[in-house]
């Protein structure tokens, strides 16, 4: 019961974060890019919930669409990788031989880098930009999801039912397709959302090292950025957007534990 109790109320806070971002536009309280030169640093108040920035802005406007791009780069990323890595982790894992070695050591290769130093690393040879930080998560975490799902596959692949369905006639496509991925899905969902916290921990560290989405346009990496050196003055203009992150990542990584947990039979009787 008191597990229950937990995913519903993790569940809650995960739709309230994203209806939050979501509406953005028109729960914000100011324009989140306006500057005003009369009104820089101020602490929290009736009229600036969350203070303001050096440059006269709106902490929580800015937090509110700093929040909504961090979690949308990182839901767009975590698919791309997914998507790449699910499709070559049933390749690799299904057909062997040459095919596995091949990919099998391109996944070796990603997985030598730590994924935020690679991310950084494709980071400096793009240009700066919404796409560009998509693309650089992409490329460094497709390689977590096609281990885990080539190892998946080659359990699977001696099944009876596998067995059975060759048997039968049925395509490579037809069995990767209709049997195999179905049965992965499962564990897909799980590494999915723990995946998603990492790529938006990730989003921050590039936004913070001037990597990411150019300013104005606000990102709560460059919110941490731009007012580290306030920290003692004016500590509101780092501390909370790094507490937004802080929550995200730690909801997605609740969530991520509280799928797993039900989806793996031993965990649960446990």
């Not at 995960?14 to 209806?19: E, I, V």
Request: net charge positive; proline share 6%.
């Amino acid at each position: 019961m008191n597990k229950n109790k937990n995913i519903r109320l993790i569940f809650y806070i995960f739709f309230l974060l994203c209806l939050f971002f979501i509406l953005a536009p028109l729960l914000a309280p100011h324009d989140p890019m306006r500057t005003h030169a009369t009104m820089t640093c101020e602490p929290p108040s009736g009229q600036h919930l969350f203070g303001t920035d050096e440059l006269g802005r709106d902490i929580l406007s800015r937090m509110l669409f700093g929040g909504r791009t961090t979690l949308l780069i990182g839901l767009i990323a975590t698919s791309l990788s997914c998507f790449i890595g699910t499709a070559l982790g049933l390749i690799s894992g299904y057909y062997g031989g040459k095919t596995d070695i091949l990919i099998s050591q391109v996944m070796n290769l990603a997985l030598a880098f730590p994924s935020l130093l690679l991310a950084i690393g494709i980071s400096v040879v793009l240009p700066a930009g919404f796409l560009s930080v998509v693309i650089a998560l992409s490329i460094a975490g497709w390689a977590d999801f096609g281990r885990l799902i080539r190892g998946q596959t080659l359990t699977l692949k001696n099944r009876e039912f596998i067995t059975a369905a060759t048997v039968l006639g049925s395509s490579s496509g037809k069995i990767i397709v209709r049997h195999i991925l179905p049965n992965c899905i499962p564990l897909l969902i799980v590494s999915f959302s723990m995946k998603l916290g990492t790529f938006m921990l990730a989003e921050s560290g590039l936004s913070f090292l001037g990597l990411g989405i150019p300013p104005p346009y606000p990102t709560l990496g460059g919110m941490i950025s731009s007012g580290r050196d306030m920290l003692i003055t004016c500590p509101w203009i780092p501390l909370l957007p790094g507490f937004l992150i802080s929550i995200m990542v730690l909801v997605f990584n609740l969530l991520g534990e509280m799928l797993q947990s039900v989806s793996d039979p031993k965990r649960k009787k446990s």
